[in-house]
């Protein structure tokens, strides 16, 4: 059973630091990656890795930053502004192609 189990979200000030962490179980996965949603707007990417490569959200270049280690693949924000306030959504995909989603991540980033 595929499972996907986030972690690190909280409040920040401005100009502070997050890391999100997310542990993915019961399979091998091609790629990880990060999404948000903020209230009334769709969800987009933030984030994602494959095989070592990394691309980002316009939004976030030079801000942010991807990592994975085996099932484990992290964000490391900094730099944050209130407008990176959203929930973020941890996404996982198998080698056979089908994708699964963590239950969802609440960042808030104050003035």
């Known amino acids: 059973q595929v499972q996907v189990v986030e972690s690190g979200g909280g409040l920040v000030q401005a100009g502070g630091s997050l890391r999100l962490s997310c542990a993915a179980s019961?399979?091998?996965?091609?790629?990880m990656g990060w999404y948000r949603q903020a209230p009334g707007k769709a969800r987009e990417l933030v984030a994602v890795?494959?095989?070592?490569i990394s691309n980002y959200a316009d939004s976030v270049k030079g801000r942010f930053t991807i990592s994975r280690e085996m099932n484990t693949v992290y964000l490391q924000m900094n730099s944050l502004k209130p407008e990176d306030t959203a929930v973020y959504f941890c996404?996982?995909?198998?080698?056979?192609?089908?994708?699964?989603w963590g239950q969802g991540t609440q960042v808030t980033v104050s003035s």
């Open positions: 019961g399979s091998i996965f091609r790629a």
């Open positions: 996404n996982v995909q198998r080698n056979l192609g089908d994708m699964y």
């Open positions: 890795i494959t095989s070592g």
